[in-house]
């Protein structure tokens, strides 16, 4: 039974997805954020999009950047996992295919990340706010992120245009123009697959991109 | 000499480029937009940028949306003329090359335009402030210029790895993760170049690059 008033409980069911109640407020606050923008939405607004009282939001994020240092970290935090792993592994077949899948499968699956969660916080990304040292670990991490895939693009033969130094970055930057993409409403299920694709054929690779997607859905598959 | 007070007049050093007011509130908005965010920045913060009073500024701009209509107009308004104009000369050599060379020159242009304005004014293009309907004309131009890209691109022969159905808008993505990589301080002065160069390669055309080049320069100097 729902009372109301000031000591009502949280609903029973959760509208949103979620086990926790801090697993609610951090998917509306994703709503929010995204759609009305990070400094137009307050703990307020947060909470009444929960159907909990701000002091309940309180008990569980002391202010408002503390819920989007939680989100941006969540966009970054699938890709990197998945990325050190990949790296970890690098020591083994050093073939061009198969240093080649690494790149396509990291871009693969961060592209995958960025397209297919919930809410398009990549959007946040250049937002000035998030850019402030309040959130240098969110910027670290992806800094981080950004190092791997220069890495693994440095690990391969210099059959690109640019040589091997761009390698890495423009794939890197393809997969998160999938953001902007998205937020144009132009992406598709396809539209990770094309830029980790689009990624390899700028490494100089595009007459070897049949295996290498082939040795990238591999991994991705052994890996996920 | 400068006064001090309600009645004081606008000084007499403007500190800001623009020979008018007007050029100097909308230099003003721009700094504040992009390194405090658009949400936290006021009008009143704005005419204390200038140094005029907030009524002075109403003069200009009755809100602050139609300041953030004008400079988002004017991230597009240099590429998408360059780019009507370089459409317009399509019907001239249909040659791969001269092909080519047209989608690159455009996206050198509008990439150095984002790379070289004062101030970074793509970070602006995510918020969903600007997505808002109020902003229909900026996405409509944005839009345009993203469609003449896919009509240059579609123009080549099919040598791209995915057909010639991604060879503009993959040069577009490129050009516009430009904005990305000024804020994250990664540009060049080569970064516009490059992005040139990465859609052209995406297009299967690697090996005429240093042909496609020299003729976009020539566009571009003819046109600039």
Redesign the interface.
């Known amino acids: 039974m729902t009372t109301t008033g000031p000591g009502r409980p949280r609903k029973q069911q959760p509208s949103r997805p979620g086990a926790t109640a801090r697993d609610e407020i951090l998917d509306a606050a994703a709503e929010l954020f995204?759609?009305?923008?990070?400094?137009?939405t307050s703990t307020r607004s947060i909470a009444e999009a929960v159907g909990i009282r701000q002091s309940s939001l309180y008990h569980h994020f002391s202010h408002k950047d503390d819920i989007l240092e939680v989100l941006l970290a969540g966009t970054v935090a699938g890709g990197l996992a998945f990325a050190r792993t990949v790296c970890a592994l690098g020591d083994g077949d050093r073939s061009p295919v198969a240093a080649a899948a690494r790149l396509h499968a990291v871009a693969l699956y961060d592209g995958t990340q960025l397209c297919t969660a919930r809410w398009n916080l990549?959007?946040?990304?250049?937002?000035?706010?998030a850019?402030s040292q309040r959130f240098h670990s969110f910027m670290a991490d992806r800094t981080e992120l950004r190092g791997l895939y220069q890495r693994l693009g440095a690990e391969l033969p210099a059959t690109?245009?640019?040589g091997t130094s761009?390698n890495g970055?423009?794939a890197f930057?393809?997969v998160?123009?999938l953001?902007?993409?998205r937020?144009d409403g132009?992406n598709t299920p396809e539209s990770p697959l094309?830029a980790a694709?689009?990624g390899i054929?700028?490494c100089?690779l595009?007459d070897s991109?049949a295996a290498i997607r082939a040795r990238s859905a591999e991994l991705v598959t052994s890996m996920g």
Chains 1, 2 share one sequence.
């Open positions: 995204t759609t009305q923008g990070y400094a137009n990549g959007v946040l990304y250049n937002l000035p706010e850019r690109g245009w640019a761009q970055d423009l930057r393809l998160e123009s953001v902007s993409l937020a132009l094309q694709d689009a054929v700028l100089g595009a991109l």
